[in-house]
């Protein structure tokens, strides 16, 4: 007897032994079938979440080349809500459309608006405000400090300031805190709002090296009859790093 | 379509039987033949034949099991086709060819007693296979008729690989003794 007899012996085994074994089989290649199934699921989706990922931000780039197009430095978009304040969000979407409009008429008035500008020989931050605006610069207390910026208010208004400002560190605190991301002018910023109030309390800067952030100081008494132009100054901001 | 309408087709000689058993069990045989030979070409080729042997062989048979019956059928001509192709490699060495030579001088004319043999064998691995547990026995005739890989037999066994591994061991080892002491020469 050789090993080829046990396998030609093997040939007639029981037909009720092999079912058994040929229904186990079965049974795994469905499961191997159903899981394959379930990847492809999983990976569709993924794909699927990309896509769509892919084609907000492409829209959103589209829609700030477009601001940009517009000759637009005064462009306020929100590039996305966090979890936080919807309605903030949309109020700054509304705006974003009427800045893109406005933009016009910062060329108009050009004339009448000064150009700002603060540093410290290393970064530099600077704001085109017009006639009906009142600044104030806080410059570096000696040469290569850190802290420095530029204030500005409505004429006429006795309290509330917007503060644009850089300080050698600047960190904020999350109680209470929503933040959403939006884009003001050129650069991407986070806009902080504590306790759900009607108005930001600061907006900080993503991408810039220093701490660059704008404060909202008292500005509550007054924003809603100046809250859009302040945000339209806001946008021409320019910051200069070395 | 159930199997015993394509048993009935291939009793009427109708080719749709052909047809019908391809679509049904094509994947099934190219599974068996493919563990065997390991050669996509090969494997097509013995499942081709595998559809002229049921052609030719029903009837006289009416399988109960059509699966069974193909599967059967599928092996031993896999197994034949591998014989084949190992015998045709051995060509090259003259002492591999004599061995060849010898061999067929010593089967020849001793076919029906082979037959025989092979069906003593055969009773002899299925009252052994009966008395197995089921798991031993489910996992042996997985691992040596169907020829899945170990780790196939083990996964729908429902067994760790290790486990299947020794479980088979033992199994064989106990064939052994079992076989020797039925008389077959081991």
């Known amino acids: 007897?050789?090993?080829?007899?046990?396998?030609?012996?093997?040939?007639?085994?029981?037909?009720?032994?092999?079912?058994?074994?040929?229904?186990?089989?079965?049974?795994?290649?469905?499961?191997?079938?159903?899981?394959?199934?379930?990847?492809?699921?999983?990976?569709?989706?993924?794909?699927?979440?990309?896509?769509?990922?892919?084609?907000?931000?492409?829209?959103?780039?589209?829609?700030?080349?477009?601001?940009?197009e517009a000759g637009s430095d005064s462009s306020v978009n929100i590039i996305s809500d966090g979890t936080h304040d919807g309605e903030e969000s949309k109020k700054f979407a509304e705006k974003g459309e009427n800045m893109a409009d406005d933009s016009s008429l910062n060329k108009e008035e050009a004339d009448?608006?000064?150009?700002?500008?603060?540093?410290?020989?290393?970064?530099?931050?600077?704001?085109?405000?017009?006639?009906?605006?009142?600044?104030?610069?806080?410059?570096?207390?000696?040469?290569?400090a850190d802290e420095f910026g530029i204030c500005f208010w409505p004429k006429g208004e006795k309290e509330g300031k917007i503060k644009l400002m850089h300080y050698e560190a600047w960190g904020v605190c999350g109680t209470g805190l929503e933040e959403i991301k939006i884009q003001l002018g050129e650069y991407r910023v986070y806009q902080g709002t504590y306790y759900n109030?009607?108005?930001?309390?600061f907006i900080s800067?993503?991408?810039?090296?220093?701490?660059?952030?704008?404060?909202?100081?008292?500005?509550?008494?007054?924003?809603?009859?100046?809250?859009?132009?302040?945000?339209s100054i806001l946008a021409t901001v320019r910051i200069t790093e070395k | 379509m159930q199997d015993e309408n394509i048993v009935a087709l291939y009793w009427e000689r109708n080719e749709?039987?052909?047809?019908?058993?391809k679509n049904k069990y094509e994947p099934y045989l190219f599974k068996i033949?493919?563990?065997?030979?390991?050669?996509?070409?090969?494997?097509?080729?013995?499942?081709?034949?595998?559809?002229?042997?049921?052609?030719?062989?029903?009837?006289?048979?009416?399988?109960?099991?059509?699966?069974?019956?193909l599967g059967k059928l599928s092996r031993r001509i896999s197994i034949d086709i591998f014989r084949r192709k190992n015998r045709s490699k051995r060509k090259g060495s003259e002492y591999a060819l004599s061995l060849t030579e010898l061999e067929e001088c010593l089967t020849t004319g001793n076919n029906t007693e082979e037959s025989i043999e092979v069906k003593l064998l055969a009773d002899a691995i299925n009252d052994f296979l009966r008395n197995l547990p089921k798991d031993a026995r489910n996992l042996f005739v997985g691992r040596y008729y169907f020829l899945d890989s170990l780790h196939d037999a083990a996964e729908y066994c429902g067994m760790s690989?290790?486990?299947?591994?020794?479980?088979?061991?033992?199994?064989?080892?106990?064939?052994?003794?079992?076989?020797?002491?039925?008389?077959?020469?081991?």
């Open chain 2, 161 to 186: 690989e290790s486990r299947a591994k020794s479980l088979l061991f033992r199994t064989r080892c106990n064939l052994k003794a079992y076989l020797q002491k039925e008389g077959f020469e081991v």
């Open chain 1, 112 to 144: 009448d608006t000064s150009f700002v500008e603060c540093g410290n020989g290393k970064a530099s931050i600077s704001l085109s405000i017009p006639e009906e605006w009142e600044y104030e610069m806080i410059e570096p207390v000696k040469e290569g």
């Open chain 2, 33 to 69: 033949a493919h563990n065997i030979l390991a050669d996509f070409e090969d494997s097509q080729e013995s499942v081709n034949d595998t559809y002229l042997a049921a052609w030719n062989s029903m009837p006289p048979h009416k399988p109960s099991i059509l699966t069974t019956y």
């Open chain 1, 205 to 231: 800067f993503i991408d810039t090296q220093g701490h660059f952030v704008v404060l909202n100081e008292g500005a509550n008494v007054w924003w809603n009859v100046y809250g859009e132009e302040a945000m």
């Open chain 1, 1 to 68: 007897m050789n090993i080829e007899n046990i396998h030609d012996a093997l040939n007639l085994l029981d037909d009720e032994m092999i079912e058994t074994v040929d229904k186990l089989r079965n049974e795994k290649t469905q499961i191997i079938k159903m899981r394959m199934k379930k990847n492809w699921m999983r990976w569709g989706i993924i794909a699927a979440c990309l896509c769509l990922v892919v084609s907000v931000y492409a829209i959103n780039r589209l829609g700030l080349l477009q601001n940009k």
């Open chain 2, 16 to 21: 749709a039987a052909i047809e019908e058993t």
């Open chain 1, 197 to 201: 109030k009607e108005v930001w309390d």
